[in-house]
T-cell receptor, first 117, second 111 residues
Framework: GAGVSQSPRYKVTKRGQDVALRCDPI?????LYWYRQALGQGPEFLTY????????KSGLPNDRFSAERPEGSISTLTIQRTEQRDSAMYRC???????????????FGPGTRLTVL | SQQGEEDPQALSIQEGENATMNCSYK?????LQWYRQNSGRGLVHLIL?????REKHSGRLRVTLDTSKKSSSLLITASRAADTASYFC???????????FGQGTRLTINP
């Protein structure tokens, strides 16, 4: 079946503009995660959802970052008033839900490469 | 903050040799997952090992987990040029659904 998809794949924007990054998870995956990856580093957690509920947003760096998943499927990560330091690869992942304390594999999308000029 | 640390940071071997990468972590985990990232491509899930498992195999991959030492290793046998990539370990720490990644090991397979 289809994997996690993200759009756009590349986004170049000017400092101060708002951007919206989209993630479409694997069908049937109720958990959706956002990570950010700097060049040469491992991904860092931003936030995640179970269904439409945002469960943990402790990784969002500041209040310019927000995420939503209104219908429990597609999610949007929005960055307002972008700054050059926001430039990175933004990755989305999805998984089956945690059951009886058992966590499952997270499958990642191709990412959106954001460049803020 | 990163929980995991991979060792070595970079590894270069000849095709056909075995490659071993290590990962250490700090807190109790539910599971540990290994991912591969080719240059310019996405993160591919390789294998998941749960905290009550000690060893797991998948094709040419062998993963071990030692929870007493808070460490894991990934062994790739009979390496191929296509195995050239960065390899990351990621932990599901207990009580948290998020993954915490290490810095990765850059593996180069020389023909």
């Amino acid at each position: 079946g289809a994997g996690v998809s993200q759009s756009p794949r590349y986004k170049v924007t000017k400092r101060g503009q708002d951007v919206a990054l989209r993630c479409d998870p694997i069908s049937g995956h109720v958990s959706l995660y956002w990570y950010r990856q700097a060049l040469g580093q491992g991904p860092e957690f931003l936030t995640y959802f179970n269904y439409e509920a945002q469960q943990d947003k402790s990784g969002l760096p500041n209040d310019r970052f927000s995420a939503e998943r209104p219908e429990g499927s597609i999610s949007t990560l929005t960055i307002q008033r972008t700054e050059q330091r926001d430039s990175a690869m933004y990755r989305c992942a999805s998984s089956l839900p945690r059951l009886a304390g058992v966590y499952n594999e997270q499958f990642f999308g191709p990412g959106t490469r954001l460049t803020v000029l | 903050s990163q929980q995991g640390e991979e060792d070595p940071q970079a590894l270069s071997i000849q095709e056909g040799e075995n490659a071993t990468m290590n990962c250490s972590y700090k807190t109790s985990i539910n599971n540990l997952q290994w991912y591969r990232q080719n240059s310019g491509r996405g993160l591919v899930h390789l294998i998941l090992i749960r905290s009550n498992e000690r060893e797991k195999h998948s094709g040419r991959l062998r993963v071990t987990l030692d929870t007493s030492k808070k460490s894991s290793s990934l062994l790739i046998t009979a390496s191929r040029a296509a195995d050239t990539a960065s390899y990351f370990c990621a932990t599901n720490i207990q009580g948290a659904q998020k993954l915490v990644f290490g810095q990765g090991t850059r593996l180069t397979i020389n023909p």
